[in-house]
């Protein structure tokens, strides 16, 4: 890293399952003051199971248990409205314009 940086490498972050790469924060003390958990799973690595959660997911829908959020604007006029609502985060789960 150049000398003039602003940035201090902290630590190591893990690309992808097979390497590593450096990150780094605007401020030595950022560390101290916040910190962060990131937990997940890599979906292909169970795409096998697609049709089993799948069907769980179906299940859980028709007995309402699980529901998709929809946003609904009212009227083809509101259409710029609508667009703008995505693009601001202004629309939660599926966004409609109902004619």
Same mark, same amino acid.
């Given at each position: 890293?150049?000398?003039?940086?602003?940035?201090?490498?902290?630590g190591?972050?893990?690309?992808?399952?097979t390497g590593?790469q450096?990150? &780094?924060v605007?401020?030595?003390? *950022? !560390?101290?003051?916040?910190?962060?958990?990131? @937990?997940?799973?890599? =979906?292909?690595?169970?795409l096998?199971?697609?049709?089993?959660?799948?069907?769980?997911?179906a299940?859980?829908? &028709?007995?309402?248990?699980?529901? *998709? !959020?929809?946003?609904?604007?009212?009227?083809? @006029?509101?259409?710029? =409205?609508?667009?703008?609502?995505?693009?601001?985060?202004?629309?939660?789960?599926?966004?409609?314009?109902?004619?």
């Amino acid at each position: 890293m150049a000398s003039n940086s602003p940035d201090y490498p902290v630590g190591r972050l893990v690309v992808g399952r097979t390497g590593w790469q450096d990150y &780094a924060v605007a401020s030595a003390s *950022a !560390p101290m003051r916040a910190t962060a958990d990131l @937990e997940g799973f890599i =979906v292909l690595d169970h795409l096998n199971r697609a049709p089993e959660v799948l069907a769980q997911l179906a299940e859980w829908m &028709a007995q309402h248990k699980l529901t *998709a !959020p929809e946003t609904v604007v009212e009227g083809f @006029e509101q259409l710029p =409205v609508a667009i703008n609502m995505v693009f601001d985060g202004q629309n939660t789960g599926k966004l409609v314009v109902k004619l």
